[in-house]
């Protein structure tokens, strides 16, 4: 009897899982969220990783102002998409934008294209960077 309680339990709970496990994935909302998050963390706590980052990172800016809008439309935005405080106080994590390729790719998830890319990491980086970690 009891182990029937858990067979019923079981299959409602697990399409629950596979459920959470795909909204957290396909959220833009979430992605956004933990990104943000993530940058923060990485402009102040592995200052080296986002230095090594910035001198990998080819292309430039073409003022798309997307990532200005993550999760909310950033204040200092102005109707040209262009920053209102650059070159003054603008904020690292936004002067080290994209950090990497994860930054690249929630621009693409909002259909953007950054104006920025990043050649694959070296194998040996690749293990550097875990062990930073
Ligand atoms: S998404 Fe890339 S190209 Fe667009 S404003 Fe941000 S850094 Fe510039
Ligand atoms: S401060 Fe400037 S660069 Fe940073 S999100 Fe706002 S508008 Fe964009």
Redesign the pocket.
């Known amino acids: 009897m009891h182990n029937l309680d858990i067979n019923l339990l079981s299959e409602p709970v697990s399409r629950w899982l596979i459920h959470c496990n795909h909204f957290f994935k396909e959220s833009r909302f979430c992605t956004q969220l933990i990104g943000k998050f993530r940058r923060l963390y990485l402009v102040n706590f592995r200052k080296g990783y986002v230095r090594k980052q910035l001198k990998r990172r080819k292309g430039e800016c073409h003022q798309c102002?997307l990532?200005?809008t993550f999760l909310f439309t950033?204040?200092?935005?102005n109707r040209l998409r262009l920053?209102?405080?650059?070159g003054r106080c603008?904020?690292n994590?936004?002067k080290a934008?994209p950090i990497d390729q994860r930054d690249i790719n929630e621009i693409r998830l909002c259909g953007g294209e950054c104006g920025y890319s990043f050649d694959e990491e070296p194998l040996e980086d690749k293990k550097e960077i875990k062990k930073e970690a």
Request: hydrophobic residues 40%; aromatic residues 18%; positive net charge.
């Open positions: 102002g990532c200005c950033c204040p200092f935005l920053c209102l405080i650059y603008r904020p994590v936004c934008f």
